[in-house]
């Protein structure tokens, strides 16, 4: 089955810790991105990445790091300088590959993430 | 900093209705704007783009029109159906500079289909 993997579903940290959140897809996509959803908002964009080794910082990047060591993984973490790290939080990925073929991104089913 | 308590607006239409959900954007320089539906608990889906040089592209029972006077993006649904109940966001995705695939969304709008 081709498609975009989030795990885990739920995560629970305690304050103050670092924690990693998994997006892996087997797509082939080159262009990933992570989103933050809090209760009754839109998506808002935390870093993207348009090929191997290279991202870009979102509108909300503080508190967040990524990597894009492999085409098809774009770990999220988490880290304790993020003020209100509880949200859901969305991985997506698309061809990335010239005007047309961007626009559709493919979701993961999202992570859950609470800190307590 | 985040928007606490900032709620999104609702659309409720009777089955069989045409809806209209509309998007006010403020990016100028985006190439292509796009419509997504997110289902409850689910990450979104792609319904329909138009490109930027464009005003109205119709897909299957939806309709994309785009103003770039007053920075309007709108869908149409057609015979509206229960299925389509659902949180609606515009996007819109620049394929130039240092943003360059950069993909953002929209505020969103709950569309409530009654039976």
């Known amino acids: 089955d081709g498609g975009i993997t989030q795990s885990p579903k739920y995560l629970f940290r305690k304050e103050g810790q670092n924690v990693t959140l998994s997006c892996e897809q087997n797509?082939?996509?080159?262009?990933m991105y992570w989103y933050r959803q809090d209760p009754g908002q839109g998506l808002r964009l935390i870093y993207y990445?348009?090929?191997?080794?290279?991202?870009q910082k979102g509108d909300i990047a503080e508190g967040y790091s990524v990597s894009r060591e492999k085409k098809e993984s774009f770990p999220l973490t988490v880290t304790s300088a993020q003020k209100n790290p509880t949200a859901f939080y969305l991985c997506?990925?698309?061809?990335?590959?010239?005007?047309?073929?961007?626009?559709?991104?493919?979701f993961g089913q999202g992570t859950r993430l609470t800190v307590v | 900093g985040e928007s606490v308590g900032l709620h999104l607006p609702t659309l409720s239409v009777q089955e069989g209705d045409n809806s209209i959900i509309n998007c006010a954007y403020s990016?100028?320089?985006?190439?292509?704007f796009i419509w997504y539906k997110q289902e409850s608990g689910k990450g979104p889906q792609f319904i329909i783009d138009?490109?930027?040089?464009?005003d109205k592209r119709q897909g299957q029972r939806v309709t994309v029109l785009l103003n770039k006077t007053v920075k309007h993006l709108s869908l149409q649904i057609a015979a509206t159906q229960p299925g389509d109940s659902a949180v609606y966001f515009c996007?819109?995705?620049?394929?130039?500079?240092?943003?360059?695939?950069?993909?953002?969304f929209g505020q969103g709008t709950i569309l409530t289909v009654h039976p």
């Open positions: 997506a990925s698309s061809l990335g590959r010239g005007l047309g073929l961007n626009t559709e991104a493919f």
């Open positions: 797509l082939n996509h080159d262009a």
């Open positions: 990445s348009q090929i191997v080794n290279d991202f």
């Open positions: 990016n100028s320089a985006s190439d292509y």
């Open positions: 138009i490109r930027s040089n464009m």
């Open positions: 996007a819109e995705i620049w394929a130039g500079g240092t943003s360059y695939g950069k993909l953002t």
